[in-house]
């Protein structure tokens, strides 16, 4: 089980070249479309994308009419392929900070934000005090009633073992209070990455994060296009889903 700061960043910084393959996968195609439903309108709203890694999501927001996009990483490698691709595109839109969503971030002196996305960022919180640091981080830089986007694992569902959907979630190791696993993308070459299930969050519970957030609605994947398209290939992940998208709003 992967347990430091320097593990992490360094297992980042491995797989950083491929990663982006992820949005060929099936799993990545519906993970785009969901995050395409809960982006509609970013005109005049300033965007911290927490763990944005390469800046995928970030690049959301852009397309959304975002023209103050701030990315927050644990990988320079991640974000230094990031600013790669913008420069690629001719923009200068998004500022990159190097950080930890599991510690305090008051250093870099950022926020408020209208929207906080933090996209596979609760899957590496080791134990339920970093999870609530990372939490508290996302509602400390929002503003009042602000919105954050978020994702939830579900390792253990029926088709995350197939490959059927790109992603093969295995290796479990149980410790008290959760579970570590290997998520493991079927690109060429796969990528590998360690992440973590901890019970007080990828069970649905809101034992942590209700104490920041309140009104949780989730994407139903029924509603993405790529699900509409070919629901008998999605039958399967319909029944259990692999990944789940939500949003939730600030505690006043």
């Avoid at 965007?47 to 995928?56: E, F, M, Q, W």
């Avoid at 929002?142 to 979630?169: E, F, M, T």
């Avoid at 993308?185 to 990528?191: D, V």
């Avoid at 398209?229 to 505690?251: G, H």
Wanted: hydrophobic share 35%; aromatic share 10%; net charge negative.
């Amino acid at each position: 089980m992967t347990t430091s700061d320097s593990a992490i960043e360094a297992n980042y910084a491995t797989n950083a070249p491929g990663y982006d393959q992820f949005a060929s996968l099936p799993l990545g195609t519906l993970e785009q479309h969901l995050f395409t439903l809960c982006i509609q309108n970013c005109h005049n709203l300033k965007i911290l994308d927490l763990g944005g890694g390469t800046g995928n999501r970030a690049r959301d927001a852009i397309a959304a009419g975002a023209t103050d996009v701030d990315v927050v990483d644990i990988s320079p490698d991640m974000m230094r392929l990031g600013e790669e691709i913008e420069k690629s595109q001719g923009r200068n839109i998004i500022k990159w900070h190097h950080g930890d969503a599991s510690k305090d971030l008051e250093y870099l002196g950022l926020g408020p934000y209208d929207l906080v996305i933090a996209n596979g960022v609760f899957d590496h919180a080791r134990n339920v005090g970093e999870l609530e640091m990372m939490w508290g981080n996302c509602a400390r830089y929002l503003k009042a009633g602000g919105v954050i986007i978020a994702n939830r694992n579900n390792p253990k569902a029926k088709a995350a073992g197939s490959g059927k959907y790109g992603v093969k979630l295995g290796g479990f190791e149980e410790f008290e209070g959760g579970f570590s696993y290997k998520y493991r993308m079927l690109t060429e070459p796969p990528l590998e990455f360690e992440s973590m299930a901890l019970d007080a969050y990828n069970t649905g519970s809101k034992e942590v994060s209700g104490k920041f957030f309140e009104g949780f609605e989730y994407v139903r994947c029924e509603e993405t296009e790529v699900v509409k398209r070919d629901p008998e290939f999605w039958r399967e992940y319909l029944e259990d889903p692999i990944l789940y998208i939500f949003t939730a709003r600030k505690k006043a």
